[in-house]
């Protein structure tokens, strides 16, 4: 059933190169300077059960700064002879271990093909670090992710405080690098954008597959691993997170997860659901009915949030603040919810954050910096006042309307009981109009109702 979806897809894009490594290594070593030592690392494996671990997935940041993916690696930075090296430190070769667990690129593989000075084995980074220590001024190191790193580091500041008339050297300070880091993620380089082009249309496909195989009776979980099924088929490493697949009252539980219920010709179904690809992360929410025909009050809740997100996507462009879309969103939502009578309120009272009614049906943001991560890095307000948009930057669009008739702190208006819809595109913010990275994926009643049940 994926072989049409699969022959539409693009291209996929080369991996990103090591020389695109290089030069973001080289772009954050830009801000440090002789005596700074960098150390990012990459968790640990986690157990899921008794000898089975959750399926392995890299810090960002290590992704982003050399794209090594191996469990428990560290990367450091630091001068040696006049210029800066990078050394990682990743598990080593281990026929036993691969035998059982599966092939390691080893400290050879880390030489020959990442963008690195040096390698060594993982066992080494401890006695590495004791010593590059003794010559570093600063250190920069995001600490909770390897206890044996922060506690070596923090011996050493102390050990300096404590012998400063004797001992010439050692670290004085210890500082978080990950803000400069996410300051460079924030703004996609173009090969960063062919990765989450390619996330963001296979995620279209499997949105426009589910669609189709949508029918009377289907449960939640059956469209779910149709989606899943061709986030694999199409080459991604799977989900970015774990798809809300709800249907009817499921619907309008934001963050529901069970994916068990049947579904039911006359329901709205709900799908959030994104691929990752080479670590990049898609988001989408397509929301339809089972049947394929809207009912009249469907039709009017999915026409005021489809006004809102072309409205908020519209302002996607440069030099305007990232929460513009929201308050455009916002305003889109309370103006269409008047005209169909659930609001009472005037538009600036249904706006109102402690006693505007808005809320009650539209209870989230509008939308968050999309990258490596799902919700991506990089503050929102970095001097105390809304970051202005600038080209290069992904941030999702996606406002919505919830109508829980089970919920008992609002009286839900019949009409509209137990339909949520919400519509979820990613945009990249250009020097020209907004480009949707998700444009493919079918929105309009009508290609919606083209669509589902075509199957
Ligand atoms: N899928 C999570 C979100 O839309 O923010
Ligand atoms: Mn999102
Ligand atoms: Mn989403």
């Known amino acids: 059933m994926f072989d049409a979806a699969f022959e539409a897809l693009p291209e996929k894009p080369r991996a990103i190169s090591k020389e695109l490594y290089r030069e973001r290594q080289k772009r954050l070593l830009s801000q440090f300077d002789v005596g700074d030592l960098v150390i990012i690392s990459s968790l640990p494996e986690a157990t899921r059960s008794n000898d089975v671990h959750y399926p392995y997935r890299s810090s960002s940041d290590m992704l982003y700064m050399c794209g090594w993916t191996d469990p428990e690696a560290t990367l450091m930075f630091y001068h040696e002879d006049g210029q800066w090296i990078s050394h990682i430190f990743v598990q080593p070769k281990d026929t036993l271990m691969e035998i059982w667990e599966g092939r390691r690129h080893g400290v050879e593989g880390a030489l020959k093909d990442w963008a690195v000075d040096k390698a060594d084995s993982s066992e080494e980074v401890l006695s590495h670090l004791?010593?590059?220590?003794?010559?570093?001024?600063?250190?920069?190191?995001?600490?909770?992710?390897?206890?044996?790193?922060?506690?070596?580091?923090?011996?050493?500041?102390?050990?300096?405080?404590?012998?400063?008339?004797?001992?010439?050297?050692?670290?004085?300070?210890?500082?978080?690098?990950?803000?400069?880091?996410?300051?460079?993620?924030?703004?996609?380089?173009?090969?960063?954008?062919?990765?989450?082009?390619?996330?963001?249309?296979?995620?279209?496909?499997?949105?426009?597959?589910?669609?189709?195989?949508?029918?009377?009776?289907?449960?939640?979980?059956?469209?779910?691993?149709?989606?899943?099924?061709?986030?694999?088929?199409?080459?991604?490493?799977?989900?970015?997170?774990?798809?809300?697949?709800?249907?009817?009252?499921?619907?309008?539980?934001?963050?529901?997860?069970?994916?068990?219920?049947?579904?039911?010709?006359?329901?709205?179904?709900?799908?959030?659901?994104?691929?990752?690809?080479?670590?990049?992360?898609?988001?989408?929410t397509r929301s339809w009915p089972i049947g394929g025909v809207f009912s009249d009050a469907q039709k009017e809740i999915y026409e005021v949030v489809l006004d809102a997100q072309e409205k908020a996507i519209d302002v996607c462009r440069v030099g305007n603040p990232y929460n513009m879309p929201h308050e455009v969103a916002c305003r889109a939502l309370a103006e269409g919810l008047i005209r169909l009578g659930v609001i009472s309120q005037s538009v600036e009272e249904a706006l109102d954050m402690e006693s505007g009614e808005l809320r009650r049906w539209y209870m989230h943001n509008t939308g968050h910096w999309l990258g490596l991560d799902v919700h991506d890095v990089g503050t929102y307000k970095p001097d105390g006042s809304p970051r202005l948009l600038?080209?290069?930057?992904?941030?999702?669009?996606?406002?919505?309307?919830?109508?829980?008739?089970?919920?008992?702190?609002?009286?839900?208006?019949?009409?509209?009981?137990?339909?949520?819809?919400?519509?979820e595109d990613d945009v990249l913010v250009t020097d020209g109009d907004p480009d949707v990275l998700t444009g493919s994926c079918p929105k309009t009643i009508d290609d919606i109702e083209r669509i589902v049940g075509s199957l």
């Open 130 to 284: 004791d010593r590059i220590l003794e010559s570093s001024v600063r250190v920069h190191v995001r600490t909770g992710i390897n206890p044996d790193i922060d506690a070596l580091v923090m011996t050493a500041v102390k050990k300096r405080d404590r012998k400063r008339q004797h001992f010439g050297s050692g670290p004085i300070s210890v500082e978080d690098p990950s803000r400069r880091i996410a300051e460079m993620r924030l703004r996609k380089s173009d090969e960063e954008i062919q990765q989450m082009r390619y996330a963001a249309e296979v995620s279209s496909k499997a949105h426009e597959l589910a669609m189709a195989a949508s029918k009377d009776g289907i449960h939640e979980f059956q469209i779910q691993s149709i989606i899943e099924g061709f986030f694999v088929y199409g080459g991604t490493s799977g989900w970015a997170y774990p798809s809300i697949v709800g249907c009817g009252e499921n619907a309008t539980i934001l963050h529901y997860t069970v994916n068990n219920s049947p579904c039911q010709s006359d329901e709205i179904i709900l799908i959030d659901a994104g691929a990752e690809y080479e670590g990049y992360a898609a988001d989408i």
């Open 390 to 423: 600038e080209a290069g930057m992904v941030l999702t669009v996606e406002p919505g309307l919830y109508f829980g008739a089970w919920r008992p702190d609002v009286d839900c208006p019949e009409r509209y009981a137990n339909i949520g819809i919400r519509i």
